[in-house]
């Protein structure tokens, strides 16, 4: 066998079954659909009507152009976080402090914003999104030097650092940078319009476009380039990556300080694409939501993008209940179901394919 | 004849890649010493994992005193009094014998009353001859000692079928006796005791019946006292193995050199004390050892895993002990570690990525900052088929692939660019014997060729078969070297006991 040709497939399958591709995609759409199912049971017995909370909900994430853009507007953060951390993920670190990361960027493009006052869009545009980039970065590579130099476990430090990161953002917002004319409100001045992202469709702002080259770079980062590889390879088996010889600390900081830097991104594009200002409780958690979908989107970047969108619809939906007498929590629940099903199905998908790996070997087996 | 405690009938147990078991029949009577003889990957453990409730089987049924049991845990067996000692220890080290042998007991007491329980545990030991001490804590004992603790924990449970997995396989030869004499004892109660092994002389002197199992299959049964070694041997393998020929040395010069290394073991103790050695172009320097010799640590030392405290590591004369393991791949030293799965491998990543772990950063494949999945694929596909690695596709996962063809691709990917140096570390443990026999052709071949190997392998079977010199590491030191032509197994055997012969 496997003697003649190197073509690639050296075997069929025994006997007839559907495609691999057929099983994926059932199996992931399904685990949505049983999430729905089950949330549908907790609708009925709190004594709603899940049919009509659903539609509720489709309506209010896409039912007119402004409820698509709204959740597009929360798809941008959620998708530039996830993908933050699924790089991380994919290399085996738990960053999970995409919250603090998406603060520090915040804090980085509200500086220039708001102390470049005259300077053109064509300047601070680019500048801000730079420092919101560098911020998430720097704020990143604190944890990543801990670990990479000193052992010290990621998930505890990226987590202590959520909570210092949004405790400055509360002290600049209380103090320095405190908007004069708004009593004591935890916010500032509004950012000049030279520091207004670009919209590019009704409220959606340039960081959709920011979310989409992120995705496309790091699905080519991850399969097509050496790094990808080695990244992978590291979170696969550190024992392997240290017998191929690959630098495992340096990609620490590099894959911690670009994971930062997407969060970061993240921060920059809610306060000059959304609110136009920094505030206290400038993100509800979508540095801690990211993680949701990171691992909801088995940390395929493209899977990131179109998890957030779902994730971000759900948010919306979940308002809009809320007016109509049903608690916004069912928005969190589903979201929680969802992670749970879809985890729940990759098991199922992994066990099918070893079904499917065993039959293959047998079929190999010499007679 | 007495009924059979156990009888399992038709088991079927197959894992990806492996049939592991393909349908055995087999009995086990009170009061006897049943040997389950066969190569590794013959079935043994896997059969005897199923009774024991670590696996279910496919197919085929268990029989316990003439009912059918549904084993689902371990937990399960014990309590219907089939107790397994695996060859890796289930111990917690922090813990006192009594504490090891009385956790998961189940015990309703609240509060623990040691003084009591010592005494109970010893009293047990005493009464099977197994001398250990109940307060000892069991970090400090021997493996010696820890396999009695283990075989403790079986009796005091009340098992009636006691499994041994590879009992030996961690003893020095000064401890197999009182294993045995223990072991006699135990069945002389009525109670069974299966002993796997792959070791004739042992099987030959231990057993009361000797079952042999080959491919998943009963090859045939035996009584010691009406069979040979050399039958016993022909039933385990099936048919005479071709030993590979191994032509005549005529080794070239110096291409790897340890001068005085010492080196530092997991947790910081010294594990490689002022090691010399030195392996020809076109020799194969065998190392012997018993596991946890600083085996381990040597091969590392040498692959650039491990740096060197003192000493030298020299390659065709300059020293390389500086080098990182990428440095001194590029060098030509490769590797064949001893986790293939978790070190030489990564389980999830298809055969292509496999295939390019050491050139990946490197035309083909690594083109800039590019990685060229294409040509992953063509060097895969190639090493396919040169080492006739058998696998559905390029792209399937190894870890779906038989310990055989993973080794087989692992090999292939370290010989590709035929090294200067091979250090291999039990390159056919875990193989079934075509595979073996596949990997020692393949030694052979890159001796012929002037590839210096150093192979680190705990059968001596194997050294004797391959190595031009062997030699032996004990407590990490080089405790003697012979030319395999003029040594000798009892030799060999004493040296890694720590004897002067």
Redesign the interface.
Known sequence: ???GA??????RPARAEPPAWVEAVGVRAGSIVAAFAVGAVFLAATGHDPAHAYREMAVGAFGSSFAVEQTLVKAIPLALAGLGVALAFTMGLWNVGAEGQLAVGALAASWLALSAGGLPAAVVLPGLTLLGALGGAAWALVPAALRAYAGVNEIISTLMLNYVALLWVDYLVFGAWADPTAFSFPYSRRFPEAAHLPRLYGDVHAGALAALVAAAGLALLL????????I??IG??Q??A????IPVRRRILLVMATSGALAGLAGAGEVSGVIHRIQQGLSPGYGFTAIIVAWVAQLRPWAVVLVAVLFAALLNGGFVLQTAGVPAAIAYMLQAMILTFVLAGEYLLRRLR?RR??A??????PP | MRPPLVELRGIVK??????ANAGVDLTIAPGEVLALLGENGAGKSTLMQVLAGLYRPDAGTILIDGAPADLRSPGDAIARGIGMVHQHFRLVESFTVTENVLLGQGERRFLLRPAADHARVARIAGAHGLTVEPRAVVRQLSVGERQRVEILKMLYRDARVLVLDEPTAVLTPQEVAPLFAAIRRIAGQGRAVVFISHKLDEVLAIADRIVVLRAGRVAGEAQPAETTPRALARLMVGHDVDRPPRPVAAPGAIVLELRGVDATGEGGRRALHAVSLAVRAGEIVGVAGVAGNGQRELAEVV???RPPEAGEICLDGVGIGHL????R?RLGIA?V?E?RL????????PLA?NAV??D??RPPV?RG???D?AAA??RA??I??RF??????????VR???GGNQQRLLVGRETWRRPRVLVAMHPTRGLDVDATASVHRLLLSLRAEGVAVLLLSESLDELFALADRIAVLHRGRVAGERPTAAATREEIGLLMAGAVP
Do not use: C, K, N
């Not at chain 1, 240290?242 to 010889?245: D, F, I, L, N, Q």
């Not at chain 2, 197959?14 to 049939?19: R, S, W």
């Open positions: 066998m496997s003697t190197a073509a690639p497939p050296l075997a399969g097509r380039t050496r790094w990808g590889y080695e992978r390879t696969a088996s024992a392997a240290r017998y191929a010889g070893r790996a065993v293959a070997a047998r079929a190999l087996a | 197959a894992f990806p890649g492996v049939v692959a650039g895993l990182d393991s990428r440095a791949w590797y570690p986790d978790a070190e030489g491998l990564i389980a999830p990543f990525e772990l050491r990946y950063a690594g900052p590019l990685f999945r694929r063509a596909a190639a396919v088929e006739q690695v058998r696998a559905p596709h390029v792209d399937t996962p779906h692939l038989s």
